[in-house]
């Protein structure tokens, strides 16, 4: 059987609007840039819609579509993961399911690429069906992160990127549960080359991203690109010390006056003020805190329920659970026979 050139990696989470249509669009899209040589992996992300029987029957209809079914909702960003797990194309493409990327942009990406990058990045010139809110929380997230982590992260990018296959197995080999791939893409380096297009709309369904999604996101993407929230309490006990300080000079004078009852304002606005900055230096180390913990368990990423390809289910062996990750990602490749 001949390699794989391309694969594409598609989270779908309730998408049962959308999946045919990005399917049909994705797939010509595919031909038109790759030839025979493709294939189209689907991720279910643990919908409870009609998305897995439509991969299932897709999957079934075409031999390209690869459907990967998880156990439960993981989240976008550990279903591209698991997708990555299992692509085994020279070149791997990472899309939106809801058609916000076009697909046909691949043909250009392609063609960047062929002229020697490693990572070709769609970069949203305009944006349109997308609220004020989301536009201006996206441009202040992009800013402070930018201002916190030494790896400069473009702004106005999402997820949509054509990467080789260098870049993917590099990414697979970093192990951390909170992931910002776009982040991890840009700390990897080599040429990365933005290719700028207009942001559609959503094709059909509503966003499956919350402001709690967001804001989740946001968090793990400065907790795992920046240290500099640690150093909060620097600045802020050498505010307080200085604030400390200012009340000391105070306090004598009013003591050298003897006037030393009256008072209790000032030790009620020290008091709050420093509770309050301890309360939030703590929350600070409380968020690393928790995603230390949370590496060290050293979890599975993601937990693959159902393998469809070629009108047929795979299961994954019993104990493919308590290989290392090298051991899983064989008998992953193993249950892709020729790809
Ligand atoms: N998605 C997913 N799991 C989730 C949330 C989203 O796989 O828990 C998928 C979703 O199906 C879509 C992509 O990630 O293909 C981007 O999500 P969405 O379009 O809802 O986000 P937005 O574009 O509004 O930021
Ligand atoms: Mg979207």
Redesign the pocket.
């Known amino acids: 059987m001949s390699e794989i050139e391309l694969s594409v990696v598609?989270?779908?989470?309730n998408?049962e609007a959308v999946l045919t249509e990005f399917y049909t669009r994705m797939s010509k899209a595919c031909l038109a840039a790759a030839g025979e040589n493709h294939e189209i992996i689907l991720?279910d992300?643990g919908s409870s819609d009609a998305t897995w029987s439509i991969i299932e029957k897709l999957a079934d209809q075409d031999r390209h579509v690869v459907g990967v079914q998880l156990f439960r909702?993981h989240?976008?960003q550990l279903?591209v993961t698991a997708g990555l797990s299992i692509a085994s194309g020279q070149r791997v493409l990472l899309i939106?399911?809801?058609l916000?990327d076009p697909p046909e942009l691949l043909q250009q990406m392609m063609a960047i690429m062929d002229g020697g990058a490693d990572v070709v990045y769609g970069k949203r010139a305009s944006r349109s069906g997308e609220t004020k809110f989301k536009l201006a929380t996206a441009a202040a997230f992009y800013k402070i992160l930018n201002g916190l982590s030494s790896v400069p992260i473009p702004r106005d990018t999402g997820d949509f990127r054509l990467m080789t296959r260098t870049v993917v197995e590099i990414l697979r080999g970093m192990p951390e549960q909170h992931r910002f791939i776009r982040g991890m893409v840009s700390w990897i380096g080599g040429k990365q080359i933005a290719l700028p297009y207009a942001r559609e709309p959503?094709f059909a369904g509503e966003?499956?991203?919350p402001l709690r999604k967001m804001l989740a996101f946001a968090t793990d993407a400065i907790t795992s690109f920046s240290t500099v929230p640690l150093r909060l309490a620097v600045w802020l006990g050498m505010l307080a010390a200085g604030f400390a300080f200012l009340i000391l000079i105070y306090a004598l004078h009013q003591w050298s006056t003897g006037n030393v009852v009256p008072g209790w304002a000032s030790s009620l606005v020290a008091i709050s003020f420093f509770s309050g900055t301890q309360l939030i230096v703590m929350g600070v180390f409380g968020e690393y805190l928790g995603r230390v913990v949370q590496e060290v368990k050293r979890r599975p990423l993601f937990t693959i329920s159902a393998l469809r390809r070629d009108g047929t289910s795979t299961l994954l062996p019993p104990n493919y659970y308590s290989l290392g990750v090298a051991e899983q990602n064989a008998v992953l490749h193993a249950q892709m026979p020729g790809r």
Do not use: L, V
């Open positions: 598609a989270p779908c989470y998408e991720i992300d909702n989240g976008h279903a939106d399911a809801d916000q959503r966003t499956k991203y």
